[in-house]
């Protein structure tokens, strides 16, 4: 059976809405980069500069301010401190200094809570990076599927496989939440994190032509729920073809 035509003013409409939602998704995302960039360029610098100035003009009474120069200062402090770290010597100083700090309260907490997100979101961490998987999960209820971010796994009291999954929210995915599950209560995906992220930022408009889900294969949102109980695999048309 062949598909409606297209009315040529839908067509549009539709067109203008993936487009400006596909800039939506390039512009949003790097202009708070370049906002939060900028940010801590002048905070770094405001922060060194008065320092510098101080040693620079002490032998050079002349020196006028360079804007910029706290921010470079504090590039190189953290690119060296990172080839102090990386020798052997380097990483006993640091193990000794992380010792200590973990004596002191409130302290210990904040500095080892830093660290973890930081190794988690950069992948220099054991556990690589933040987002490792996208699966699917029942949520909030059963019989209703939502896609979630595996961000760590180990074993329970029983040797179990648990997995600590993020749910994120649409349209804004940085508000969410954290749930540990089963590893049976986990069905898991080919999706990519940034095409899910996509499809979360754009409640589903975004969404690609087929989605794989175990021995699944998964092509319009109106099948997902019969898909993902089916234990077949059926040889499904994405909603781009004709049938």
């Given at each position: 059976?062949?598909?409606?035509?297209?009315?040529?003013?839908h067509w549009l409409?539709?067109?203008?809405?993936?487009?400006?939602?596909?800039?939506?998704?390039?512009?949003?995302?790097?202009?708070?980069?370049?906002?939060?960039?900028?940010?801590?360029?002048?905070?770094?610098?405001?922060?060194?500069?008065?320092?510098?100035?101080?040693?620079?003009?002490?032998?050079?009474?002349?020196?006028?301010?360079?804007?910029?120069?706290?921010?470079?200062a504090a590039v190189?402090?953290?690119?060296?401190?990172?080839?102090?770290?990386?020798?052997?010597?380097?990483?006993?100083?640091?193990?000794?200094?992380?010792?200590?700090?973990?004596?002191?309260?409130?302290?210990?907490?904040?500095?080892?809570?830093v660290k973890q997100?930081?190794?988690?979101?950069?992948?220099?961490?054991?556990?690589?990076?933040?987002?490792?998987?996208?699966?699917?999960?029942?949520?909030?209820?059963?019989?209703?599927?939502?896609?979630?971010?595996?961000?760590?796994?180990?074993?329970?009291?029983?040797?179990?496989?648990?997995?600590?999954?993020?749910?994120?929210?649409?349209?804004?995915?940085?508000?969410?939440?954290?749930?540990?599950?089963?590893?049976?209560?986990?069905?898991?995906?080919?999706?990519?994190?940034?095409?899910?992220?996509?499809?979360?930022?754009?409640?589903?408009?975004?969404?690609?032509?087929?989605?794989?889900?175990?021995?699944?294969?998964?092509?319009?949102?109106?099948?997902?729920?019969?898909?993902?109980?089916?234990?077949?695999?059926?040889?499904?048309?994405?909603?781009?073809?004709?049938?």
């Amino acid at each position: 059976m062949a598909k409606k035509k297209e009315s040529r003013s839908h067509w549009l409409v539709r067109n203008l809405r993936n487009n400006f939602l596909a800039g939506f998704l390039v512009v949003i995302p790097l202009a708070v980069a370049i906002y939060v960039i900028i940010w801590l360029f002048i905070k770094i610098d405001d922060i060194l500069q008065p320092t510098i100035t101080t040693i620079i003009t002490y032998f050079n009474p002349a020196y006028n301010e360079i804007r910029g120069l706290g921010f470079v200062a504090a590039v190189l402090i953290i690119y060296l401190v990172g080839v102090i770290t990386s020798n052997y010597l380097g990483k006993k100083v640091v193990n000794f200094s992380e010792k200590v700090i973990n004596k002191v309260p409130i302290f210990k907490q904040l500095y080892n809570a830093v660290k973890q997100v930081i190794e988690g979101l950069s992948g220099a961490g054991m556990n690589k990076a933040a987002f490792r998987e996208v699966v699917f999960v029942e949520f909030p209820r059963k019989g209703m599927t939502t896609p979630a971010f595996i961000t760590n796994e180990f074993k329970g009291v029983s040797g179990e496989k648990l997995y600590g999954i993020y749910i994120p929210t649409a349209p804004v995915p940085t508000s969410g939440y954290f749930e540990i599950v089963n590893e049976e209560n986990i069905i898991h995906t080919n999706l990519s994190v940034d095409d899910c992220i996509k499809m979360v930022v754009s409640g589903g408009m975004i969404i690609p032509d087929s989605i794989i889900s175990g021995k699944t294969r998964i092509t319009a949102p109106a099948e997902l729920a019969d898909a993902l109980n089916s234990e077949q695999n059926p040889d499904y048309k994405t909603h781009n073809q004709k049938e």
